[in-house]
């Protein structure tokens, strides 16, 4: 099912990135470090693509305090110039603005604001030092739409789009990435404890087997199809009228 050259693949992304960033007549990348996988093969593929002009940013939001030690970890281990930008207090004082109170909640419509803080964060760095904002949302992701519209769903190029997780898994391990990220399950980071595989119900590995071979049970085909379905919104172009 992964039998690809996953060498001839990094070498081809590198390519891609470094071509869709020129022809946006820009000089660079700005990519969010969470401290997972996703944006640790997207950071190191950016750095190679532009050696001297990748820049890192770490955007804890009442975030798992390991999740900014592990992002800090593969910028310093690949040699990625990064900062630090503390959004907790952001998001407390619009969160009040909207509700009349700062209490950090579970719902979704909370959760949301967190990547949203972090992609308008993103968008100002892109534009000090004229980059792109590159994405780290995989192929699996965005088959199900498990991201968040105009949050870590708003960027400029998505490298990593056409590879399932497990073949980011793959190209991870080639680049060297720290097996304590490549291991540790995946997450949004959307409140503590939280992890993908049990917000979507099913497993990556189910996931990625019926999105390569068109092969699930029909619990996992129902789950897939239907958010699938629910999210196909995310990925079109906003809707206007033809008359």
Not at 28 to 39: K, N
Not at 207 to 235: C, M, Q, S, W
């Given at each position: 099912?992964?039998?690809?050259?996953?060498?001839?693949?990094?070498e081809?992304?590198?390519?891609w990135?470094?071509?869709r960033?020129?022809?946006?007549g820009?000089?660079?990348?700005?990519?969010?470090?969470?401290?997972?996988?996703?944006?640790?093969?997207?950071?190191?593929?950016?750095?190679?693509?532009?050696?001297d002009?990748t820049?890192?940013l770490?955007?804890?939001?009442?975030?798992?305090?390991?999740?900014?030690?592990?992002?800090?970890?593969?910028?310093?281990?690949?040699?990625?110039?990064?900062?630090?930008v503390?959004?907790?207090?952001?998001?407390?004082?619009l969160?009040?603005?909207?509700?009349?109170?700062?209490?950090?909640?579970?719902?979704?419509?909370?959760?949301?604001?967190?990547?949203?803080?972090r992609?308008?964060?993103?968008?100002y760095?892109?534009?000090?030092?004229?980059s792109?904002?590159?994405?780290?949302?995989?192929?699996?992701?965005?088959?199900?739409?498990?991201?968040?519209?105009?949050?870590?769903?708003?960027?400029?190029?998505?490298?990593?789009?056409?590879?399932?997780?497990?073949?980011?898994?793959?190209?991870?391990?080639?680049?060297?990435?720290?097996?304590?990220?490549?291991?540790?399950?995946?997450?949004?980071?959307?409140?503590?404890?939280?992890?993908d595989?049990s917000?979507?119900?099913?497993?990556?590995?189910?996931?990625?087997?019926?999105?390569?071979?068109?092969?699930?049970?029909?619990?996992?085909?129902?789950?897939?199809?239907?958010?699938?379905?629910?999210?196909?919104?995310?990925?079109?172009?906003?809707?206007i009228?033809?008359?």
């Open positions: 099912m992964l039998e690809k050259d996953y060498n001839l693949i990094i081809q992304l590198v390519e990135i470094r071509d960033v020129t022809e946006a820009c000089s660079g990348a700005v990519v969010g470090l969470s401290g997972g996988i996703d944006s640790a093969v997207t950071a190191t593929l950016c750095k190679k693509a532009f050696p002009n820049l890192g770490i955007m804890p939001c009442y975030s798992n305090p390991q999740d900014a030690l592990d992002a800090k970890a593969v910028a310093e281990k690949f040699d990625i110039p990064y900062k630090v503390e959004l907790g207090s952001t998001f407390d004082q969160l009040e603005s909207i509700e009349g109170k700062a209490d950090v909640e579970k719902s979704m419509a909370v959760a949301n604001i967190k990547p949203r803080l992609m308008t964060t993103l968008y760095h892109a534009s000090i030092n004229n792109l904002v590159v994405g780290t949302d995989n192929r699996s992701e965005l088959k199900v739409g498990y991201f968040t519209k105009f949050g870590d769903g708003g960027i400029d190029i998505a490298p990593l789009g056409n590879l399932v997780k497990l073949e980011v898994r793959e190209v991870a391990r080639l680049l060297g990435i720290p097996e304590q990220i490549i291991s540790k399950a995946p997450s949004a980071g959307l409140w503590g404890g939280q992890t595989e917000e979507m119900g099913i497993s990556y590995e189910e996931l990625d087997k019926y999105i390569l071979t068109g092969e699930a049970e029909p619990r996992v085909k129902e789950v897939v199809d239907d958010l699938a379905a629910k999210n196909a919104h995310k990925l079109k172009s906003i809707p009228p033809s008359f």
